[in-house]
């Protein structure tokens, strides 16, 4: 996948070509049944498949107090995406001058001029511009006055209820992890890097990786049981999320604890895989009664772990099909 950042190089690059328009933030199920249907139609026309999108996303410039946590970081994103077989990503540049641009003018001068667009697939609750105007009757009004054509994909979803990235975020908040693979089809997971802690768990004889992460929405304070993964190497863990209230602590931390393993992980990424939540952040009376919690919270994720599996981004659009 080819990923473009500058708008100014695009007349160089299409003659035609296949888009969708969006955010994409989670990269959901939803997003990558839009995605499958936005290859397909590609490939019938011979021409590239497109995703356009923002960067930073359009929220954080026009109305930064409204902006949402976002589900995953620019290198997450644009990996899920290329596992769809896209062949472009454009990640055009969110400015304030750029939010005035009319919806008529974007799909003249960025669609038709720079694009040479031949076919657009959008999903049902699509909309850009001021007041959401640029929405999916108004494209299919500038298809039909353009030539090209208009797909609006149907809402896709389970229990009734459409994927949404909002949705999502929403479960992540609250914790509701394990519920997570039917919507992503994969894991909630963030990558940190481990930094130096204040050693309060190796104290208590559970030493702990601590993280600093780019990840925005995480979830709700508490533990997890968790799969790690270090390199090529995998192992079970348990998480803790939060300001650790047993020892009046301020500042939020991820601390995550790895089973059966000794060694030294400062420096190292570890990816974390989150399975379960096992119980919320508590404060307890004493050191004892923590320790005893988290020798419950270890057995506890033995059991849920032993069966359990890192389900990773797994596309299901054969090249083929």
Known sequence: MHIVQSIIDLPAIFSSSAVTLGNFDGVHLGHRELFRSLVRVARDLNCPSVVYTFQPHPLKIIAPDRAPLLLNTLEEKRRLIASSHIDYLIEAPFTADFAKIRPQKFVTDILLEKLKIKALVVGYDYAFGNGREGNADFLKACGDQYGFNVDVLQPVGD????????????????????????????????????????????????????????????????????????????????????????????NSTIEVYLLDFSGQLYGEKLRIYFVERLRGEQKFANVDELVSAIENDIVRARLILQSAHIIQYREYLSLKS
């Open 159 to 250: 229990d009734g209820l459409p994927y949404s990235s909002t949705r999502i975020r929403a479960m992540v908040a609250a914790g509701g992890v394990a519920d997570l693979v039917r919507l992503l089809g994969r894991q909630y997971n963030l990558e940190g890097v481990v930094v130096l802690g204040d050693q309060r768990g190796r104290e208590l004889g559970f030493p702990t990786a601590n993280l600093d992460t780019d990840k925005e929405q995480l979830p709700a304070t508490g533990v997890y049981a968790v799969k790690v993964r270090c390199g090529l190497q995998e192992y079970s863990g348990v998480v803790n999320i939060g300001n650790r209230p047993t020892f009046d602590g301020l």
